[in-house]
């Protein structure tokens, strides 16, 4: 079992920058996969970012290709989501999550432990 605590949202400006910052329990965080996910009202969960366990690769929502960065560090048991270039569409609560590597694709969109999610405004 993995406990997710995402923190880092808030309100910005278009064009501004934000770093979410989604803290994991357990000792054996570094063998999972982790990923980033948004959603907003009236719409459906959407997939942001992901990376491998081992760190090795990494996955982007074309929307974000570019402007986003997944980053992690063991050391800490933390994954991490450097927003640059922000926009309004960005606007969302930001769940970080998280599913044990083995025999899993970390690219397919389909995770079980989730945060509870973090608010992202980004104004005009």
């Known amino acids: 079992q993995v406990r997710l605590v995402e923190s880092g949202g808030g309100l910005v400006q278009a064009g501004g920058s934000l770093r979410l910052s989604c803290a994991a329990s357990?000792?054996?965080?570094?063998?999972?996969?982790k990923a980033w996910f948004r959603r907003t009202p009236g719409k459906e969960r959407e997939f942001v970012a992901a990376?491998?366990?081992?760190?090795?690769?990494?996955y982007y929502a074309d929307s974000v290709k570019g402007r986003f960065t997944i980053s992690r560090d063991n050391a800490k048991n933390t994954v991490y989501l450097q927003m640059n270039s922000l926009k309004p569409e960005d606007t969302a609560v930001y769940y970080c999550a998280a599913k044990f590597y083995f025999n899993s694709d970390y690219a397919d969109g389909r995770y079980d432990f989730w945060g509870q999610g973090t608010q992202v405004t980004v104004s005009s």
């Open positions: 357990g000792r054996t965080f570094s063998t999972y996969h």
């Open positions: 990376m491998n366990w081992s760190g090795g690769s990494t």
